[in-house]
């Protein structure tokens, strides 16, 4: 990715950005009022009404859909189990909603389940070139809504914020006709955020911030593009690969070696747990002399907490205490 990123950022501020405050201003005055036209990555979707028979992917866009109350809504969720835990959180709130299937659904399991709406993202249980997209459901009268963080496999877009939570829930209010919630559960997030920032203790200088999600011979992280740089932003940080204009990548330990962070992040999910992965690191002669392993600085974020969704704002706080005892 060569392009520039300013004028990729003039070219989809309206998506983003633009979008975030006019929804926040007219969410209210279409309430009720289908048809409505949801801006979607760079497709424009338009629901006639509320989904009957939605379908989640992931935890995180699940919990999006719980935060709104939307389970009425649902005929179930997908790709959980396979990869993580159905935590209690998760469980309480999906009730008696089953798991279709526990990785990413094929286009035969929405079908089964009579599904007329599908939340997912890119690499959240759809892939370019894959069996399930917008383009492939859309003959079978399946509507599709994209996470907002996961549109840059797609399309340029701005550098990740929280406006991306915030513009998921905005429009999932509107898709369902739960602006009023929407509304009020954004305005929330957003005074809740503002609030702590202004009582936080002021940092010297910004804490350089590793995100470890997987792998040993090369580590899986987040860079320009995905949520954990948002959050860590938040709670006044820097993420050490905020150059890499991917959201979620591969890259080689020798260049988080050379930027020497001072707090690393795990991202805890799978069979390999938070424990093991800080033990790796801890227990690897290359990484001895980096100052977050030498000062065991590890702050631990579930994998829902890690990717967009409601539990954003409990992670940029537990963020924000790590970086503080790290400096």
């Given at each position: 990715m060569t392009t520039n990123v300013n004028t990729r950022t003039k070219r989809t501020s309206l998506i983003i950005g633009g979008a975030l405050l006019g929804l926040l201003h007219t969410?209210?005055?279409?309430?009720?009022?289908?048809?409505?036209?949801?801006?979607?990555c760079d497709r424009e979707v338009t629901f006639e009404q509320a989904p009957r028979a939605a379908i989640s992917n992931d935890v995180n866009l699940?919990?999006?859909?719980?935060?709104?109350?939307?389970?009425?809504?649902?005929?179930?969720?997908?790709?959980?189990?396979?990869?993580?835990?159905?935590?209690?959180?998760?469980?309480?709130?999906?009730?008696?909603?089953?798991?279709l299937s526990p990785k990413y659904p094929n286009k035969e399991v929405l079908l089964g389940a009579d599904a007329d709406f599908y939340f997912a993202g890119w690499n959240y249980g759809m892939r370019v070139g894959g069996g399930v997209t917008p383009d492939t459901l859309a003959p079978l009268g399946i509507k599709v809504y994209e996470l907002t963080e996961s549109c840059i496999h797609i399309m340029d877009k701005p550098k990740v914020s929280m406006d991306d939570l915030y513009v998921d829930l905005l429009n999932l209010g509107?898709?369902?006709?739960?602006?009023?919630?929407?509304?009020?559960?954004?305005?929330?997030y957003q005074q809740d955020l503002a609030n702590f920032q202004a009582n936080l203790k002021p940092l010297k200088t910004a804490p350089k911030v590793f995100v470890y999600d997987s792998g040993e011979e090369q580590p899986f992280t987040s860079g320009r593009f995905g949520m954990p740089t948002a959050l860590i932003e938040a709670a006044g940080g820097k993420n050490i690969v905020d150059d890499v204009q991917k959201s979620w990548t591969q890259m080689g330990w020798e260049a988080v070696i050379d930027r020497s962070p001072e707090v690393i992040v795990i991202v805890n999910y799978g069979d390999v747990t938070a424990e093991q992965k800080i033990n790796f690191l801890r227990s690897n002669p290359a990484f001895e002399n980096i100052p977050a392993v030498k000062n065991n600085h590890f702050v631990v974020l579930?994998?829902?907490?890690?990717?967009?969704?409601?539990?954003?704002?409990?992670?940029?706080?537990?963020?924000?205490e790590a970086f503080r005892t790290a400096s």
């Open positions: 969410c209210l005055a279409n309430a009720s009022g289908y048809p409505v036209t949801i801006q979607s699940t919990e999006m859909m719980l935060a709104l109350g939307l389970q009425d809504h649902m005929v179930g969720f997908t790709g959980v189990s396979g990869w993580k835990t159905l935590d209690p959180t998760l469980r309480n709130g999906i009730g008696e909603l089953p798991e509107r898709i369902f006709d739960k602006e009023e919630k929407a509304q009020a559960l954004v305005k929330g579930e994998y829902v907490e890690a990717t967009p969704g409601p539990r954003n704002i409990n992670a940029i706080k537990r963020l924000a």
